[in-house]
């Protein structure tokens, strides 16, 4: 916001005479907001990652709760060489991996479409 307040757009709407709150919504808010947008598309997966990564340890949600890393914590301990239950660890793992690169693929397709400096 410190960086957009700036801008060139800004100073000419003060100019032309707009207030403080006018400027703020319909100059600054609509610039704000992709880059916001685009920010919590990229962050998202990592706090995923992060909180699944906790949750494998015990570190993470509580029990009853579901969370990916608690699921992989389930698969993983039912593993044996007797009775292989592969799916209880391989379903989950695929599923946080396809989320996590949908989410990554989004903020790079937000990223690519709302950065006026990419070349294309």
């Known amino acids: 916001m410190l960086v957009l307040k700036e801008l ?32 919590l598309t990229l962050t998202i997966p990592a706090v995923i990652r992060d909180e699944s ?15 990916w890393g608690s699921l992989l914590k389930d698969g993983a301990q039912v593993i044996n060489p007797l009775d292989s239950k592969w799916w209880l660890l391989a379903f989950p793992a695929g599923l946080m991996s396809t989320s996590l690169l949908a989410l990554n693929f989004l903020g790079d397709g937000l990223r690519d479409a709302f950065d006026p400096r990419s070349s294309d």
Do not use: C
């Not at 570190?59 to 009853?64: A, H, M, R, Y």
């Open 53 to 67: 990564f906790l949750s494998f340890l015990g570190l993470g949600i509580e029990d009853p709760a579901a969370s």
């Open 8 to 39: 060139a757009f800004v100073t000419a709407s003060r100019a032309m005479g707009q207030k403080g709150w006018s400027i703020i919504w319909k100059h600054l808010w609509p610039n704000l907001s992709t880059i916001v947008l685009t920010y």
